[in-house]
Nanobody, 124 residues
Framework: QVQLVESGGGLVQAGGSLRLSCATS????????MGWFRQAPGKEREFVAA????????DYADSVKGRFTISRDNAKNTVYLQMNSLKPEDTAVYYCAASDKTYLFRLATAYDYWGQGTQVTVSS
């Protein structure tokens, strides 16, 4: 079992930045590819970014490419999402997730463990 706890959400003005963190415990962190997803009110959960076990490979949704950066620190069992140039449409609950699959996936069903989420609100 892997426990995931997100932090770093909050209220920020458009154009601002936030850094989300997801601390994990339980089984070996480096065994898992990690992803970030988000869900806005009335919308389905959507893929944001993913990082491979070693951190060497990343994938981003087109909507965040160039603005968000996913990274991980296997020594600290933590994955990060640096969010810059935030827009009101980035407002959502952000979730981190862990996958024991070899490749990076954008499908939520490929992920085995989920955090509780952290709210990000971007005001215009």
């Amino acid at each position: 079992q892997v426990q995931l706890v997100e932090s770093g959400g909050g209220l920020v003005q458009a154009g601002g930045s936030l850094r989300l963190s997801c601390a994990t415990s339980g089984r070996t962190f480096s065994r898992y590819a990690m992803g970030w997803f988000r869900q806005a009110p009335g919308k389905e959960r959507e893929f944001v970014a993913a990082v491979s076990r070693s951190g060497g490979n990343t994938d981003y949704a087109d909507s965040v490419k160039g603005r968000f950066t996913i990274s991980r620190d296997n020594a600290k069992n933590t994955v990060y999402l640096q969010m810059n140039s935030l827009k009101p449409e980035d407002t959502a609950v952000y979730y981190c997730a862990a996958s024991d699959k070899t490749y990076l996936f954008r499908l939520a069903t490929a992920y085995d463990y989920w955090g509780q989420g952290t709210q990000v609100t971007v005001s215009s």
